[in-house]
């Protein structure tokens, strides 16, 4: 069964089709529970999670930097680290990480062009924004 059902990392059900998993998704949530929806092909691992219409939700979200900066009240706190490696002539790559609920986790990608005071490219982790906003549980992380 393609469609798979967790909660706070547990499978909770397995269904054939779309159609019945997103209807047992809403019930959970009218439970106060936080689910999550996956769709995979083996029964090795649960594949991709997708959101309530079935389209994949990608690890990274691009973000604009005022968005970015109304997250960051959110977490114990916050630091960058500069990517010597990766960066270049041209950019300069930064890692941001930040601590929620006393865990450490990769928090954004950034990429500034030389010598700008915001990034170019911002790709913040989709997981983190879902528990900011409370559609998804922290110790799914």
Known sequence: MPYCITVAGD?????????????DIQELRNQGQ???????????H????????GVRIPDYTNMQWCDYAKLLPHFASSWSIT???LSNDR???VDVYAQLSGREYHL?????????ITPKDLRVNT???????GLMDPNDL
């Not at 649960?46 to 219409?53: A, M, P, S, Y």
């Not at 954004?108 to 700008?116: L, S």
């Open 34 to 44: 936080k689910p999550r929806l996956y769709y995979s092909t083996s029964f090795a």
């Open 127 to 133: 997981c983190l924004i879902r528990v900011i906003q």
């Open 46 to 53: 649960l594949g991709c999670e997708i959101d309530d219409n």
């Open 108 to 116: 954004a990608d950034m990429a500034y062009a030389r010598g700008e």
């Open 83 to 85: 990517d010597d490696e």
């Open 11 to 23: 499978i909770q059900q397995c269904f054939p089709d779309f159609a019945t998993a997103r209807s």
């Open 91 to 93: 950019y300069r790559l």
